[in-house]
């Protein structure tokens, strides 16, 4: 069963996150979004941006500082870099909140559904028999991304994906539930329902055993 795109869709869903109402014998096993703050951080890169305008305003003013000027006169000093900061960072923390607002990552007992997109949404069904590998990508707090190599040919462009892709997979992209809470249990609930489906077994690599020096925890669908 190959890949599907199921295009466009309108302000009005049939079933929350999904393009039309679940068929009889399929039910939804787990459904969320990125949290916003883990997205900002990991796709956005907020947190280097921070680091980044902290050293242009520390540069500006510098001179001041180091002549013993007044108040005043450092704040004139970063008059420009200030407000270039503040929109740059407020710009990019409501692309995160926006992309948090409009994603919906939904696994059900036999494929798993996308729905992305801030001004056109598209969906994307994932059949878990094209499903090869989950890999699962530890952040702070218990979110994580969860990459889904997919099998044979299929292929969805990296930009449609953005940024609910592996990061560099640029050549055979892999689809990616971003930023999401409870990661590591949602990554078992994604095995147990590809196991369930393909009638296959399923190898993990608990984060016990794993390298220690990794954030990765790698769930094997062969």
């Known amino acids: 069963m190959p890949i599907e795109n199921l295009g466009h869709e309108y302000e ?11 068929p009889s014998g399929e039910f939804i096993v787990w459904q969320g979004s990125p949290d916003v703050g ?4 990991s796709a956005f890169h ?4 921070m680091v980044y305008f902290a050293v242009l305003i520390g540069a500006c003013a510098w001179p001041a500082l180091e002549d ?59 059949p878990y028999k094209q499903v090869a590998s989950a890999d699962v990508r530890m952040l702070q707090d218990g979110f994580g ?17 953005w940024p609910s892709v592996r990061p560099w997979k640029i050549e055979k992209p ?7 809470p409870d990661a590591q249990e ?8 590809w196991t369930q489906h393909t009638g296959l077994a399923a190898n993990a690599v608990s984060l016990e055993s794993r390298n220690p020096n990794s954030n990765d ?5 062969t």
């Open 186 to 193: 949602v990554s078992l609930k994604l095995r147990d329902a």
């Open 12 to 22: 009005f869903e049939p079933q929350f996150g999904l393009p039309e109402r679940l």
């Open 68 to 126: 013993g000027a007044g108040f005043m006169a450092v704040l004139l000093s970063i008059k420009w870099i200030a407000p270039l900061a503040l929109i740059g960072l407020s710009s990019v923390w409501m692309m995160a909140y926006m992309t948090s607002r409009t994603t919906v990552y939904t696994l059900t007992n036999k494929r798993v559904v996308m729905r992305l997109g801030i001004v056109f949404t598209v969906s994307f069904n994932l």
């Open 174 to 180: 892999e689809p990616t539930l971003r930023a999401i």
């Open 46 to 49: 907020i947190k280097k941006l």
């Open 217 to 221: 925890l790698q769930v094997s669908l």
């Open 145 to 161: 991304d969860i990459n889904l190599a997919l099998k044979g040919s299929d292929r969805i462009a990296w930009i449609h994906l």
């Open 38 to 41: 883990a997205l900002a951080s």
